[in-house]
């Protein structure tokens, strides 16, 4: 049997009216970031007949998929210069932090008779896509003069590439510079973004300003979770995910390898350290680096312990788990984040949609 995710519609569009009903209570609007289903076409139109108006997608090749789809598209990574016409063609909003990307958005803009909204992106730390606080007036005065462009607002990134937290300092930094850029220039900006999943939390708790009128939510929306504090937010599932792998061996083995060992080689967790544990039941399960990488699989039996993987294979140490696993048996993971985008895009993994 090949590897299978099996999603539960019910409850992933449960965490989506959580997470709207949530910021609909503060004022905010999202959109959601469907990056991590890498284009699964029954998921995003479910997500958008069921009150996903915004969607967020990284790559422009998969908004051009969804050409026809009743949502907004926001293009959530800086468009690249080399794309910026399908960029204007294929996305309503995108972040963007170079007065090079901006010309070239106006000028792809205005040859197609379109008009493209930008958010200016501005750095708070995360060290991602964003302008200096010297340079946000600057390219928020470009965004303004050149034709085909809309100034739709500023935001920042947070929580991805460094895990910087949202916090009141950031936040409050986030909403001065869109409160200097108003005045300065004389406009009124339609949405400050705040940022992603990890802005959750300051949402629930009532510590979000008020100014901050746009979330871009993704993870808490999929997988019920609050980015960087990795911990679940208290209304929403985290079971929309599964995946299941089949057993391939299991044996009793020495829980060190032996022989010579190439130089630099890494160890599987119970070998650092050289500790023996003597011997171990050990079973080697059908799914590897290639599908997902083991650091993102969260095993449902609490007492199987993750060894290591390789390309197609993952060992784990079963000697305390209840069952008593035998090849051909089924063992069955949660994702993290990252897990998830892996385990949508593998061609090896089947994805298998049902309802609870």
């Not at 009216?17 to 999202?30: C, D, F, H, Q």
């Not at 998921?43 to 998969?62: F, M, Y």
């Not at 910026?84 to 010309?103: C, N």
Request: charged content about 25%.
């Amino acid at each position: 049997m090949s590897a299978k995710l099996i999603v539960d519609t019910s409850a992933l569009l449960h965490n989506l009216r959580v997470i709207k009903t949530l910021a609909e209570k503060s004022g905010v609007k999202l959109s959601v970031v469907t990056k991590g289903l890498a284009g699964h076409e029954a998921l995003v139109k479910l997500l958008t007949e069921h009150g996903a108006d915004s969607i967020g997608e990284s790559r422009i090749q998969t908004l051009m998929k969804w050409d026809g789809l009743p949502a907004e598209k926001w293009l959530i990574r800086s468009p690249l210069i080399s794309e910026t016409d399908e960029t204007a063609r294929f996305a309503d909003v995108s972040l963007v932090s170079e007065r090079a990307v901006l010309e070239k958005l106006s000028a792809a803009a205005v040859r197609q008779g379109r008009a493209h909204k930008a958010i200016v992106m501005l750095e708070l730390g995360e060290l991602r896509e964003g302008c200096m606080p010297e340079e946000l007036l600057t390219l928020c005065k470009a965004c303004l003069a050149l034709p085909g462009l809309e100034l739709h607002g500023i935001g920042a990134h947070l929580s991805s590439l460094n895990e910087i937290v949202p916090d009141d300092r950031n936040m409050e930094t986030l909403v001065s510079a869109a409160c200097e850029t108003e005045k300065t220039l004389g406009v009124a900006l339609p949405l400050i973004s705040g940022g992603s999943s990890s802005a959750v939390k300051m949402l629930a708790e009532g510590r979000l300003p008020a100014r901050i009128n746009h979330l871009r939510i993704g993870e808490a929306i999929l997988l019920g979770n609050i980015v960087c504090y990795d911990e679940p937010y208290k209304d929403a599932r985290t079971d929309a995910f599964t995946l299941s792998a089949e057993i391939i061996e299991v044996k009793e083995k020495p829980s060190l390898p032996w022989g010579e060992r190439a130089p630099g080689a890494a160890l599987f967790a119970c070998d650092r350290g050289q500790k023996d544990c003597g011997m171990r039941k050990r079973a080697l399960i059908a799914i590897g680096k290639q599908d997902v990488p083991s650091q993102y699989l969260l095993p449902l039996d609490p007492a199987l312990e993750i060894l290591g993987d390789t390309s197609d294979c993952l060992a784990a140490d079963v000697t305390d788990c209840n069952t008593t696993y035998k090849p051909g048996d089924i063992v069955s993971f949660r994702l993290r984040y990252n897990g998830l985008v892996s385990a949508m895009a593998s061609n090896f993994i089947e994805k298998v949609l049902t309802s609870s």
